[in-house]
């Protein structure tokens, strides 16, 4: 029993006449009948009684009939399947994020994902660009949202967009009656940032601009997020520096002002190792839309 002596069938039962569904499967009627002798063989049924005047379904004809529509419709969701999984319409990607993309970039890609690929299923994780580095070379990971710059081997990053410093001030801070914060405020001042080995690309290139503009921060404490952060510039521990992303929700109390220091090279960008399907690929031309190369 093929696919096409179930759609001849069908087409016939819809028209009970041979020419008439002969003309609408693109064969001759010849053919038509060969295709409903071989399926009556293959059932050991009669499925239609036919004359020179009418063509009748049998009860056995009748019985087959949702049988025959139901293979035929699994047959087409199963075709739709495969070709929305070759096009990069449906599956899942496993997609790592970096706090501060949580308000700037990540729900516009979701409403973009789920407008355009409504079949994907994305697998989101909280993660920090170290362990994201990692997971993108065990193959645990399909894409990163990572702090940039960021140089290993095997690992490819396209910049979606730069990130500024801000500096977080209990509200009753002087320096909040600045519109600016200068570098050389900071100067003798207790300093909260992010780890190291959080984000070395942000902390080091943080450093060498303070350095440039001959400044020493005397860092308080280093931390592993920045709502610890920002907690703690709540309870007075400190200043925080900080990417703007990454100060959208802000505890009670607690305001920012602009750091003027030139961080160009540092931002936000997507990482990946090999764009190796086709979901991989469609996912990348979503983001291009949002994001388009510069």
């Known amino acids: 029993m093929e696919l096409k002596h179930l759609r001849a069938f069908v087409t016939l039962t819809e028209e009970l006449h041979f020419g ?3 003309a609408r499967l693109h064969i001759v009627q010849p053919a038509l009948s060969a295709q409903i002798r071989v399926l009556e063989e293959h059932v050991g049924a009669l499925l239609f009684e036919r004359d020179r005047h009418k063509v009748v379904l049998t009860e056995e004809g009748g019985l087959l009939l949702p049988e025959a529509l139901a293979t035929l419709h699994q047959a087409e969701r199963a075709r739709e399947v495969v070709q929305r999984s070759a096009s990069g319409a449906v599956g899942v990607l496993r997609i790592a994020f970096v706090s501060s993309v949580l308000s700037r970039l990540l729900p516009g890609l979701l409403r973009a994902m789920s407008e355009r ?10 993660m920090p660009t170290p362990l994201q580095v990692r997971a993108l070379q065990d193959n645990s990971l399909d894409f990163g949202l990572v702090r940039l710059p960021l140089a ?7 910049w979606l967009f730069e990130e500024q410093l ?5 509200a009753d801070d002087p320096l909040c009656s600045q519109r600016q914060v200068q570098p050389s405020d900071l100067a003798e001042r207790a300093v909260l940032v992010l780890a190291r080995k959080f984000a070395p690309g942000l902390y080091d290139q943080m450093l060498v601009a303070f ?16 709502t610890t952060m920002l907690a703690l510039v709540a ?7 900080l990417p703007a992303g990454a100060a959208s929700a802000l505890p009670p109390g607690v305001v920012t ?3 003027a220091l030139n961080m160009a090279g540092t931002g936000i960008g997507i990482a990946w190792t090999a764009l190796d399907s ?8 979503v983001l291009d839309g949002l994001y388009p190369p510069s």
Do not use: M, S
């Not at 690929?117 to 909280?126: A, M, Q, R, T, V």
């Not at 290993?152 to 396209?158: L, M, Q």
């Not at 801000?166 to 209990?170: G, K, N």
């Not at 086709?278 to 031309?285: G, H, L, Q, S």
């Open 117 to 126: 690929l409504p079949g994907i299923d994305l697998e989101l994780k909280d």
């Open 257 to 259: 002002r602009p750091l």
């Open 278 to 285: 086709p979901r991989k690929r469609a996912f990348i031309e």
């Open 166 to 170: 801000v500096v977080a001030l209990a």
């Open 20 to 22: 008439r569904a002969a």
């Open 235 to 241: 309870a007075g521990w400190g200043l925080g520096v």
């Open 152 to 158: 290993h081997a095997g690992v490819n990053t396209r």
């Open 211 to 226: 350095h440039k503009r001959k400044v020493t921060l005397q860092i308080a404490r280093e931390l592993g997020e920045f």
